[in-house]
């Protein structure tokens, strides 16, 4: 069964850090393309950052490119999200989710659609 | 970035009824679209990945359909379960961008 464990959030100050943490097990991780999807309170859903199986591609929102970075440790099976210089408008339930594409079979790094979520963690930016 | 509309925007049905939300990008996608259900406190859940193909454990009662600019997600007999909000997502180009969302409501 593919669980994916999201932690690391919180309440944080305008222009601080926080990182997040996503501990994956149930599939082979060094497989696929992971990713970060966030969820502002009552909103819709917005794409922030993704990378392949080998961190040798990433993708970034402009919304958080130069602020946010995308690291995995495939020895641990986990996914991370630096967040530095954090805006009232990054307050979201961010979602790690695990791409729908086996890198082994595709040429792209990722097929940029997400088949396993976790259950989020929240991070909330305010002074 | 691809703009994805969904319509409408929310939608109030009975049990048994057959429902249609339909998913409009503001370019050519191909079939590069895909459907999630949103129950309230949960993560997103995929039911169809390349505008028409079922995710495994999905019921047969959701398809989708479409290719291009426009799309649709058909539930061919409502149960109480599916009551929930349902985004579309093009996955045609970077960044992957959802749609606002169609809230399904009990009528």
């Known amino acids: 069964e593919v669980q994916l464990v999201e932690s690391g959030g919180g309440l944080v100050q305008p222009g601080r850090s926080l990182r997040l943490s996503c501990a994956a097990s149930g599939f082979t991780f060094d497989d696929y393309a992971m990713h970060w999807v966030r969820q502002a309170p009552g909103k819709g859903l917005e794409w922030v950052s993704g990378i392949s199986w080998n961190s040798g591609s990433i993708g970034y929102a402009d919304s958080v490119k130069g602020r946010f970075t995308i690291s995995r440790d495939n020895a641990k099976n986990s996914l991370y999200l630096q967040m530095n210089s954090l805006r009232a408008e990054d307050t979201a339930l961010y979602y790690c989710?695990?791409?729908?594409?086996?890198?082994?079979?595709?040429?792209?790094?990722?097929?940029?659609?997400?088949?396993?979520w976790g259950q989020g963690t929240l991070v909330t930016v305010s002074s | 970035d691809i703009q994805m509309t969904q319509s409408p925007s929310s939608l109030s049905a009975s049990v048994g009824d057959r429902v249609t939300i339909t998913c409009r990008a503001s370019q050519s996608i191909s079939s590069y679209l895909n459907w999630y259900q949103q129950k309230p406190g949960k993560a997103p859940k995929l039911l169809i990945y390349?505008?028409?193909s079922l995710q495994s454990g999905v019921p047969s009662r959701f398809s989708g359909s479409g290719s291009g600019t426009d799309f649709t997600l058909t539930i061919s007999s409502l149960q109480p379960e599916d009551f929930a909000t349902y985004y579309c997502?093009?996955?045609?180009?970077?960044?992957?961008?959802f749609g606002q969302g169609t809230r399904l409501e009990i009528k």
């Open positions: 989710a695990k791409d729908g594409g086996n890198s082994a079979y595709y040429p792209l790094w990722s097929l940029y659609y997400f088949d396993y």
């Open positions: 997502q093009q996955s045609y180009s970077t960044p992957p961008t």
């Open positions: 390349a505008a028409s």
